[in-house]
């Protein structure tokens, strides 16, 4: 990075090594600290912090088949699931549709009726339904879950404030179907850290985290019972010990980091004001950053050559693909290198956006490090975390895992004194969502 583009970077109060990692740390414990707490009405200091009612640990039944649902942000998948005697998971009538409302704005009968659409081929396998919903839901004490808003640019908002168990069984019953059918309903950091877990059986791990980075963000851990504050009065005695799943809901953290461009950004959205972090690190929002930087450097001028400026103001939108396919191959047929005439443009338009996700790494890093700094996990090498990662901007862009590992090193185990091992486990939220409606009844 050339001094004139870190001059840039830094005045916008958008350079990635500006931002002070203790201090965001710091930050974050103190919003989830206050989200297990209380809950309700907006506090940008608060993360949600969703009690999910789901245990760890139970015994998995086998040679019993159960519906899974994944419910992602471009992607709506559907399947049946067992486990052998051997606890091997077995994925069976795997079908992917497109997630209803990603495309145009749906009523809410539309909603759940396209849900039916694609859920009644397999309805016929079992009576359990165990739904992996990737957005804000608030979580019942019977397991299903209250939407309580819709991020990536899904449209429903009729479907804000509605059980989603309750009114795909109404959907059902209208088809003719009984009431005897029982959803479990998690998110998709549940589902990858429930998933990870079968894993993490074979070796020595001190706790699981649960990480997707894809269209959105978010993390989930295993939290103490007795630390959650806000649902004491709502437990039963013999349920308020032991530890259970918390869906921090992350992307909803406003760092103080925000900067003007961020603000800029953000009332773009369809949705301004919510999922700060979000729009700072996923996959759905990481396109838009870099349209947004490259069009402010390109004002500053003096960065790019006429010839460069001239091709990009036929850009109107860019996705986080397009940033990677550049990183792929800044001189290979692809939209941005296609705008470049010499190498400064092609070595300044690669700082840029190696700055946009050295930036979204670092909150990655932040909503890691504070999690185990907060519950005290992973201080030895020998007995270290397991994070169950999944989402396709993780494993599918060429820059974040390796800039991630980079600083899980420097700054996770050689400044705070934690250890994590990241894991992938292939068709984990579909495992995961198998295990909590397998073990989760009411």
């Given at each position: 990075?050339?001094?004139?583009?870190?001059?840039?970077?830094?005045e916008?109060?958008?350079?990635?090594?500006?931002?002070?990692?203790?201090?965001?740390?710091?930050?974050?414990?103190?919003?989830?600290?206050?989200?297990l707490?209380t809950?309700g009405?907006?506090?940008?200091?608060?993360?949600?912090?969703?009690p999910?009612?789901?245990?760890?640990?139970?015994?998995?039944?086998?040679?019993?088949?159960?519906?899974?649902?994944?419910?992602?942000?471009?992607?709506?998948?559907?399947?049946?699931?067992?486990f052998?005697?051997?606890?091997?998971?077995h994925?069976?009538?795997?079908?992917?549709?497109?997630?209803?409302?990603?495309?145009r704005e749906?009523?809410?009968?539309?909603?759940?009726?396209?849900?039916?659409?694609?859920l009644?081929?397999?309805?016929?396998?079992?009576?359990?339904?165990?739904?992996c919903?990737?957005?804000?839901?608030?979580?019942?004490?019977?397991?299903d879950?209250?939407?309580?808003?819709?991020s990536?640019?899904?449209?429903?908002?009729?479907v804000?404030?509605?059980?989603?168990?309750?009114?795909?069984?109404a959907?059902?019953?209208?088809?003719?179907?009984?009431?005897?059918?029982?959803?479990?309903?998690?998110?998709d950091?549940?589902?990858?850290?429930?998933g990870g877990m079968?894993?993490?059986a074979?070796r020595?791990?001190?706790?699981?985290l649960?990480?997707?980075?894809?269209?959105?963000?978010?993390?989930?851990?295993v939290?103490?019972?007795?630390h959650?504050?806000?649902?004491?009065?709502h437990?039963a005695?013999?349920?308020q010990?032991?530890?259970?799943?918390?869906?921090?809901?992350?992307g909803t953290f406003?760092?103080?980091f925000?900067?003007?461009f961020?603000?800029?950004l953000?009332l773009?959205t369809?949705?301004?004001?919510s999922?700060?972090m979000e729009?700072?690190?996923?996959?759905?929002?990481?396109g838009?950053?870099?349209?947004y930087?490259?069009?402010?450097?390109?004002e500053?001028?003096?960065l790019?050559?006429d010839?460069?400026?001239?091709?990009?103001?036929?850009?109107?939108?860019?996705?986080?693909?397009?940033l990677?396919d550049?990183?792929?191959?800044?001189?290979?047929?692809?939209?941005?290198?296609h705008?470049?005439?010499?190498?400064?443009?092609?070595e300044?338009?690669?700082a840029?956006?190696d700055?946009v996700?050295e930036r979204a790494?670092?909150f990655?890093?932040?909503?890691?490090a504070?999690?185990?700094?907060?519950r005290?996990?992973?201080?030895?090498?020998?007995?270290?975390v397991m994070?169950?990662a999944?989402?396709?901007?993780?494993?599918?862009?060429?820059?974040?895992?390796?800039?991630?590992?980079?600083?899980?090193?420097?700054?996770?185990?050689?400044?705070l004194?934690h250890?994590?091992?990241i894991?992938?486990?292939?068709?984990?939220?579909?495992?995961?969502?198998?295990?909590?409606?397998?073990?989760?009844?009411?």
């Amino acid at each position: 990075m050339n001094e004139n583009i870190r001059q840039f970077l830094h005045e916008r109060h958008i350079l990635a090594e500006d931002i002070d990692l203790d201090l965001a740390v710091d930050e974050f414990i103190a919003a989830m600290q206050h989200g297990l707490q209380t809950e309700g009405g907006e506090d940008v200091k608060r993360l949600p912090m969703i009690p999910t009612y789901i245990r760890v640990g139970k015994k998995i039944p086998v040679n019993e088949r159960i519906i899974v649902l994944d419910a992602g942000g471009t992607n709506f998948r559907v399947a049946t699931v067992y486990f052998d005697e051997a606890l091997e998971p077995h994925v069976d009538h795997f079908e992917v549709h497109a997630m209803p409302g990603s495309d145009r704005e749906l009523t809410k009968p539309e909603f759940f009726n396209k849900i039916l659409d694609y859920l009644e081929p397999v309805l016929p396998y079992s009576k359990k339904i165990g739904f992996c919903f990737s957005y804000a839901a608030e979580i019942l004490p019977n397991r299903d879950g209250v939407v309580k808003c819709f991020s990536k640019e899904v449209r429903v908002p009729e479907v804000v404030g509605e059980a989603i168990g309750e009114n795909l069984l109404a959907a059902m019953r209208a088809r003719g179907y009984s009431d005897d059918y029982h959803f479990v309903v998690l998110n998709d950091t549940v589902a990858a850290l429930l998933g990870g877990m079968m894993q993490a059986a074979k070796r020595a791990f001190d706790s699981n985290l649960g990480l997707i980075v894809g269209t959105g963000i978010n993390c989930a851990y295993v939290e103490e019972v007795s630390h959650i504050e806000k649902i004491q009065s709502h437990l039963a005695i013999k349920d308020q010990g032991g530890y259970m799943v918390v869906n921090t809901e992350s992307g909803t953290f406003h760092p103080s980091f925000c900067s003007a461009f961020d603000d800029e950004l953000d009332l773009s959205t369809n949705d301004p004001g919510s999922y700060r972090m979000e729009k700072m690190v996923s996959g759905r929002y990481l396109g838009l950053n870099g349209l947004y930087v490259i069009r402010e450097a390109i004002e500053v001028g003096g960065l790019f050559s006429d010839f460069f400026e001239q091709r990009f103001d036929r850009i109107h939108e860019l996705s986080s693909r397009d940033l990677n396919d550049f990183i792929e191959n800044p001189y290979g047929p692809n939209l941005l290198s296609h705008c470049c005439c010499n190498v400064i443009d092609r070595e300044n338009l690669y700082a840029l956006i190696d700055n946009v996700f050295e930036r979204a790494v670092r909150f990655i890093v932040v909503n890691l490090a504070a999690i185990m700094k907060m519950r005290g996990l992973g201080k030895s090498p020998v007995k270290p975390v397991m994070i169950s990662a999944d989402g396709s901007t993780f494993y599918k862009s060429k820059l974040i895992r390796p800039k991630l590992t980079y600083y899980l090193r420097q700054y996770l185990n050689d400044q705070l004194g934690h250890y994590c091992e990241i894991i992938h486990v292939e068709q984990g939220n579909l495992i995961g969502a198998a295990i909590a409606g397998l073990t989760n009844e009411r």
